[in-house]
């Protein structure tokens, strides 16, 4: 079989994180950091147009320069303002780069910020790039040491997947984890989902050997039918527990101005959860 067109995503060779910075705290010097002394055998760029140096690393005004001087890249980590997400996608796009995390929120929670989405979907659309989030912890991939996320706390090594559309819900995972030495082999946080969904991840780890088991958190879902499929053949292969919020209306309410998520009828999504053989906690 040939590359997943997730592969770039969960097995990229060269990171760009724009808004990497020195601010203490700062999203992006927080994924800098991560990524660099996680342990991630890749290369990593900064790009932040206000400095030329990042926690001892060369920093790039922008993704052309990277692709002028070092080559290509093939994910983009993006912490930045929402209102210049859509050119940073096209730039992206047009030097070559086809997938991005984009972790800075004010997208889908807000009119204004839904016009920001769509503009960036179209220019990824345009140019063949995959997207993850906005409004997203990110990625963690023990096996390959990545780690595109900006929590403090980091992942060990386990056969177990983690899908959420809660970020608040991995990061705290995550310290329990590391409390009971449970391990990963990935973490997947979806925020928005406005291009990357359950579906999509799930059709990935279904054939990933370093997954034995998955577990999903599901606030609501948009791609019905992706979400199905990618579900019945991850649930064929291996272990997959469910666990949805929104259950009563009050869940339903919270999980909608988290996420802007969908909330369908409880009984419809139970009924479809045992159809394609996955496990509701």
């Excluded at 997730?6 to 991560?34: C, H, K, M, Q, Y």
């Excluded at 140019?127 to 990545?146: E, H, Q, S, T, V």
């Excluded at 609501?220 to 039918?225: D, K, L, P």
């Excluded at 666990?243 to 101005?257: D, L, P, T, Y």
Aim: charged share 15%.
């Amino acid at each position: 079989m040939g590359p997943h067109y997730l592969d770039r995503l969960f097995a990229p060779r060269a990171i760009a994180v724009f808004g990497a910075s020195d601010e203490t705290d700062a999203v992006g010097t927080v994924v800098f950091r991560n990524l660099l002394q996680g342990g991630y055998q890749g290369k990593v760029f900064a790009i932040n147009p206000r400095h030329q140096q990042v926690q001892g690393q060369v920093c790039y005004p922008d993704i052309e320069h990277i692709a002028r001087d070092a080559g290509r890249v093939d994910l983009a980590v993006i912490a930045t303002p929402a209102a210049t997400v859509p050119d940073i996608i096209r730039r992206c796009g047009e030097a070559g780069v086809r997938a991005a995390v984009i972790l800075s929120a004010g997208f889908g929670e807000s009119a204004d910020g839904q016009v920001l989405q769509k503009q960036l979907l179209e220019q990824a659309q345009h140019y063949g790039m995959r997207i993850l989030g906005p409004n997203c912890l990110g990625i963690l991939r023990p096996p390959a040491n990545l780690n595109t996320t900006f929590s403090n706390s980091s992942a060990i090594q386990g056969q177990m997947a983690l899908v959420s559309q809660s970020g608040a819900l991995c990061t705290a995972l995550l310290d329990w984890a590391q409390d009971h030495n449970v391990g990963f082999s990935a973490i997947v946080s979806l925020g928005d989902a406005a291009d990357v969904d359950f579906g999509d991840v799930l059709s990935y780890l279904a054939l990933d050997p370093h997954t034995r088991s998955i577990l999903l958190y599901v606030e609501g879902v948009r791609q019905a039918r992706g979400f199905i499929s990618g579900l019945r053949i991850a649930a064929r292969m291996k272990p997959v527990v469910v666990i949805k919020a929104g259950r009563h209306a009050e869940g339903s309410r919270a999980a909608v101005s988290h996420s802007g998520a969908i909330i369908g009828a409880d009984d419809v999504f139970h009924a479809a959860l045992q159809r394609a053989g996955a496990v509701r906690a």
